[in-house]
């Protein structure tokens, strides 16, 4: 039992050698003996730190004295020369002829020092009296050259410290000495250059000293130095030394004959070879500004651009750099959006940041242009063709390059993509083929591709060695980052493509090369073959579950810095509505940010947003045009399916415990505090008024990031069912989301689902009657069927998310009399039916008596884009205008009644009722698009444009497939709105917007008709229902939560809401129907003959019938997603009467057939169909 024990009872002896007693009672306060060792070795130990400090005193004394005696020495001997070198110098015959002696040089060298004015007297007066005699020989001549260095340093310090005047003589002889031995000047660059600099700063300069310097400046340049080492120790220091200074070419008055005299490959390498070891001095943000500014103007302004690849390394080197200090400081060109938008950016603070000085701005506007894109582009294939052997690198700076571009001018991201994609690159066979393709063949040959696409496991470890590893210098780590900006490069064009080719091009794309002219022909001539878009999707899948389902591991520690959180902000704040990049997600989001592929400022997040982007965009066309395999996009060999849904409840339960922790948002304060306090350094730039607004953004989006980390954390299955649900079969995607919702009303009913039990338990719970009567008074109304939608507006709409609980409706009749009827269910369903019915199939019974949603070509619905501006017309013709105090509750008036319609659908969602509406699928793919944050899928596209107006589709791709000059249309960038009278036949208002800023005078081309579709088609989908459509997302989300109908792709949403478009399963509705009075079966469990019939006589029936049948009993001609067995009320048939002369009638409040009982199959089929098509004997009871 006792393992230690040994056979002996004795006591091991305990030997201690601290001289301290082990008994705590021997050491008591009253045992005078008992501290007496500690005593005297606290003593020792006091002497011997005593001695020390005396031995140190001691030793320090020795220095100062010795340091002194040296100073005093070297003083007397500097101060004897100094006068023994005067007395030379007057003693010397004066005279143009008068030579300087090596002996004098020596003498000056031994006492001169630059800090000493007197000395510097003593320099002058030499360096004068040599440009004033011949000085050339004296440099020439074999016994100066020794001295010749360190005269050259003394002259350059003296003038250093004069500025910021200097003695002209001194400084000609210094150009003498370095024209005559320009090996000098590379040992003296660094001060050279910083010298010129702070000359050139001085406000004071003249136009003779302008020249002087200017010629000082570019005299290194004209001839080569000596060695390939003093070049580029030269070029290093004019680029960090000079090209740092601000304004260069306001104070040399041009920057031409710089340009003219440097060599752009020289400089280029120098830059990318010493960037990242610059000193602290020029490593500043507004040093690296200038000198990115400097460089992009002197290559613009050289004729001969020789060496491309190393323009482009120094390029992306610092336009990578120096993204953060860019982003949201430069001004850029943005579509106009609407008038809401922009004074919410307002009031959130957008322009907080100065923006960067006219010059830098300026130069980097420069690369964002076609002209110098497709160039850079042509000329980079030229140097590809001929350095294969480091063509992979080289097109990792060019992926790097555009990556950065993109980045830094988020609003000219699309014309950026677009003149990519219209250049030709050289491919490795020496074809030319478009630059997606080019880019597509170079990500599906690198390794990560190929090893991803092979094995869906391999991403995790493909990411979580990119993350460990990515401060490495090491040759696997570069090597992996040249794979993934390529791979990065590729996706942001193929993003571009998507938005614009149609499904006829997308699938009918080909590998073969393409010479096609005209930026159309080639955007439909990068269209992939359906084989890559395959494998390129299972890279997309098996990334994008790594990235959801392993969240949590490849975020572990990782807390977002200052530069992620902040130039996300303000890139976001200046982006017009939810932009990506980032992003995602934003996006300020909850991942990881630590860099991605070597890119500062390229987050983990940006890749993922970007993967799942492209992703959504491809099954989003295969959903409505399938072109992939069946169950292609399934990854259910990834989980336990028997067990998937039990497991993805106790998620959703662990993840309401992190939202419902008190201590949760407490860690989650704490934790974003440390890097709050950084934010708040930052942010001490700002202006005094904006600081609060600005720290509370910041706080608020720290607290988003940990809150969503940890959600990640208790709930990857959650997550991959909330940003890829196509993974999963559709019906359990169904099943958990009837969970869900029986989740939600667990919790928010006390326990009990039933209505009348929580109606029964709420009086329980409250103290008194009167309080249950008031908390159920406000789930109680009266309406009248001549105005549902009204009413319930007036009675429900202040409930909010309180629409969630049971409801009590007594419905009016014309006469004002109370309709009869206990609401078990059913009143509640006629109640919800009738609503949606009135709100979406005409106007409202209120103001302008505008309707919220009207219909395409194909009756499908979308919020009506011009009942915003319609009822503000009818507010003004009323006298009720933007100055009016009451212009602000009248005008929501519209909005809120839109909010109250989402409200009422989330509830028939809620409640698994179905109802017979169809939306337009641009209009359903907003709905999960709130949740998700994906920019490209909430504005849709140009297939998108299709369900809206068929009519415009079919005019813009005639506009983008026109093989002519679009300029002969006369279009400009601006769009007609058509504002229908709020008066019965009263004139329509016209209103011509731009579509962006100057849009009138900005007219359509060849080149940029891409940009115009994309700006149509953002504005028809995406701008100008922009009000009504996000008051209808929020209040749909206020009773179904956004991340639930994230599960859901457009056509899904659309089964979710009116039931499955499959044939009618008759047995499967047998099964679960209930039935009533002399229909009820017996004991001996046989069905009535009339129900027998009717069975029968359905199954004769086509799937048109059954349909028509379905609709008069329940109102929907739709079955439930989970079958019949899910209807809310179940399918019920009771006896009517037994006059066969009488037709069927239905009771749709409870999905009730009162069937007479006919004696033949052929009179009940002759009533039925009767019934079912005229409508007739319709009962609403």
Not at 23 to 40: E, Y
Not at 312 to 338: F, M, Y
Not at 870 to 899: C, V
């Amino acid at each position: 039992m006792f393992q230690t024990f040994s056979g002996s009872s004795r006591k091991p002896r305990q030997v201690n050698l601290s001289g301290q007693n082990p008994n705590p009672f021997a050491a008591s306060s009253w045992n005078s003996s008992a501290s007496a060792a500690q005593k005297t070795l606290a003593h020792a130990q006091q002497e011997r730190e005593q001695r020390q400090k005396e031995r140190e005193r001691l030793n320090a004394s020795k220095k100062i004295q010795r340091v002194w005696r040296g100073h005093k020495v070297r003083t007397e001997l500097a101060d004897a020369r100094r006068r023994q070198y005067h007395l030379s110098y007057t003693s010397q015959e004066e005279g143009p002829d008068a030579p300087i002696t090596v002996e004098q040089l020596q003498l000056l060298f031994a006492f001169c020092s630059p800090d000493r004015e007197d000395d510097i007297a003593q320099l002058t007066a030499l360096g004068r009296k040599l440009v004033i005699n011949n000085n050339a020989e004296l440099i020439g001549q074999a016994e100066y050259q020794p001295y010749l260095p360190k005269l050259a340093k003394l002259i350059l310090s003296a003038v250093m410290r004069s500025l910021p005047s200097y003695d002209t003589a001194l400084f000609k002889l210094l150009l003498n000495i370095l024209v005559y031995r320009r090996d000098i000047l590379s040992h003296i660059s660094i001060p050279y250059y910083n010298f010129l600099s702070a000359a050139v700063v001085n406000s004071s300069i003249t136009d003779g000293r302008r020249a002087e310097l200017v010629s000082a400046v570019l005299f290194p340049l004209e001839e080569p130095p000596l060695t390939p080492a003093d070049s580029s120790n030269i070029y290093s220091a004019m680029a960090f030394q000079f090209l740092t200074t601000p304004n260069l070419e306001t104070r040399l008055g041009d920057l031409q004959g710089l340009a003219s005299k440097m060599s752009g490959n020289l400089l280029a390498t120098a830059i990318v070879r010493d960037y990242s070891n610059i000193s602290s001095s020029q490593s500043n943000p507004e040093a690296k500004l200038w000198l990115l500014a400097h460089f992009i103007a002197t290559y613009h302004m050289r004729e001969h651009r020789e060496q491309e690849v190393e323009l482009l390394r120094a390029l992306s080197l610092q336009l990578t750099a120096c993204s953060v200090d860019i982003i949201g400081k430069i001004d850029g060109v943005e579509p106009i959006s609407n008038t809401s938008q922009k004074n919410e950016s307002e009031e959130t603070g957008i322009h907080l940041v100065r923006n960067l000085p006219t010059f830098i701005s300026s130069q980097l506007m420069s690369l964002v242009n076609k002209a110098s894109i497709v160039g850079l582009l042509e000329r980079f294939n030229i140097d590809y063709a001929k350095r294969s052997t480091t063509g992979q690198e080289d097109a990792s700076f060019l992926a790097s390059y555009a990556l950065t571009l993109l980045r830094i001018f988020p609003h000219r991201a699309d014309e950026i993509r677009m003149w990519l994609c219209s250049s030709s690159m050289t491919a490795s066979n020496g074809d030319q083929v478009l630059a997606l393709k080019f880019f597509w063949q170079a990500m599906s040959s690198t390794s990560t591709f190929k090893a991803i696409v092979a094995d869906s496991k391999a991403a995790l470890e493909i990411l979580r060695y990119q993350k460990q590893h990515s401060n490495e210098p090491s040759q696997e780590v570069l090597s992996r980052n040249r794979e993934w900006r390529t791979i990065l490069l590729f996706l942001e064009l193929y993003t571009f493509v998507l938005k614009f080719i149609d499904d006829e091009d997308f699938l009918g794309g080909s590998m073969e090369s393409s010479q096609a002219s005209g930026t159309v022909s080639k955007i439909r001539g990068s269209a992939l073959p359906l084989e890559s878009v395959e494998k390129l999707t299972l890279f997309l899948k098996n990334i994008s579950f790594t990235t959801y389902y392993n969240a949590a591991e490849l975020s572990t520690d990782d807390k977002p810095g200052m530069e992620d959180v902040s130039s996300t902000y303000i890139s976001i704040n200046n982006q017009s509505g939810k932009e990506r990049e980032g992003l995602d997600e934003g996006s300020t989001t909850s991942n990881s940010s630590w860099p991605f592929a070597g890119i500062s400022g390229m987050t983990f997040y940006y890749m993922r947003t970007i993967v799942i982007g492209v992703m959504r965009m491809i099954y989003e066309r295969d959903s409505r045009r399938q072109f992939l395999p069946k169950d292609h996009w399934l990854m259910t060999t990834r989980f336990d399916m028997k067990g998937f849904i039990v497991d993805v409840i106790k998620e959703q339960e662990r993840r309401q415990e992190v939202v419902d922790g008190e201590g949760t948002e407490d860690e989650i304060d704490e934790d974003a505090e440390e890097f709050g306090r950084v934010q708040s350094i930052n942010i001490r730039r700002l202006t005094r008024p904006h600081l609060m607004i600005q720290q509370e953004n910041f706080s608020r989006q720290q607290r988003k990031i940990y809150k969503r980390k940890l959600m990640a954390t208790v709930g990857p299955r959650i997550e991959v069912l909330e940003n890829m649900p196509f993974v999963i079969p559709f019906e359990t995607r169904v099943e958990i989301f009837r969970q869900f919702v029986m989740l939600d009303q667990l919790k928010r009913r006390a326990g009990v689902v039933d209505p009348d039990l929580w109606r029964m338990r709420m009086e329980d719970m409250s103290h008194t009657l009167h309080a249950a009567r008031l908390v159920l008074g406000r789930h109680y109304a009266r309406i009248r069927r001549e105005s549902v939608f009204e009413d319930a507006f007036e009675a429900f709409y202040p409930l909010s998310e309180g629409l969630k609980e049971p409801i009590q409706i007594t419905f009016i009749d014309s006469f004002g009399t109370a309709e009869a009827g206990i609401d078990g269910g059913g009143v509640t369903k006629e109640f919800l039916t009738s609503a949606t019915n009135e709100a979406f199939r005409g106007p409202l019974g209120y103001g302008s008596r505008t309707s919220l949603f009207v219909t395409n070509d194909q009756n499908l619905l979308y919020p009506n884009p011009t009942a915003t501006e319609q009822d503000y017309e009818f507010l003004r013709s009323n006298g009720i205008t933007e100055t009016n105090p009451d212009w602000k509750a009248h005008s929501a008036q519209l909005r809120n009644r839109m909010q109250f319609l989402g409200r009422i659908v989330g509830k028939c969602l809620y409640e698994g009722i179905l109802v017979d509406i169809n939306f337009a699928g641009f209009f359903l793919l907003k709905w999960s698009a709130a949740f998700s944050g994906s920019e490209a899928t909430s504005r849709g596209n140009l297939n998108d444009l299709r369900d809206l107006d068929e009519g415009l589709y079919q005019g813009l791709l005639k506009l983008k497939n026109y093989p002519g000059n679009v300029e002969d249309f006369s279009l400009d960038f601006t769009i007609t709105d058509t504002i229908p009278s709020h008066i019965p036949g009263g004139r329509p208002k016209i209103i011509t917007r731009d579509l962006m800023p100057n849009g009138s005078n900005i007219p359509v081309t060849n080149e940029n008709r891409l940009l115009y579709i994309a700006y149509v088609v953002r504005h028809r989908l995406h701008i100008q229902p922009y009000e009504l459509t996000q008051a209808f997302l929020r209040g749909l989300g206020q009773i179904i939560n956004p991340s639930w109908l994230s599960m859901f792709n457009q056509v899904e949403l659309q089964t979710l809401i009116s039931g499955e478009t499959s044939e009618i399963n008759i047995d499967d509705l047998r099964r679960n129907t209930r039935y009533g009075g002399v229909y009820e079966i017996g004991d001996d469990g046989l069905e009535h003959p009339t129900v027998m019939m009717f069975w029968q006589v359905m199954k004769e029936f086509e799937d048109e019938d059954r349909r028509k049948v379905l609709k008069y009993v329940t109102s929907t001609p739709r079955a439930p997603l989970l079958g019949f067995s899910s209807l809310v009320p179940r399918f019920s048939i009771r006896d009517g009467s037994l006059d066969e002369k009488r037709l069927p009638s239905a009771s749709t409040c409870v999905n009730l057939l009162k069937l007479p009982r006919y004696q033949s199959k052929e009179k009940l089929k002759e009533k039925l169909l009767y019934a079912i098509n005229a409508g007739a004997g319709f009962d609403l009871s």
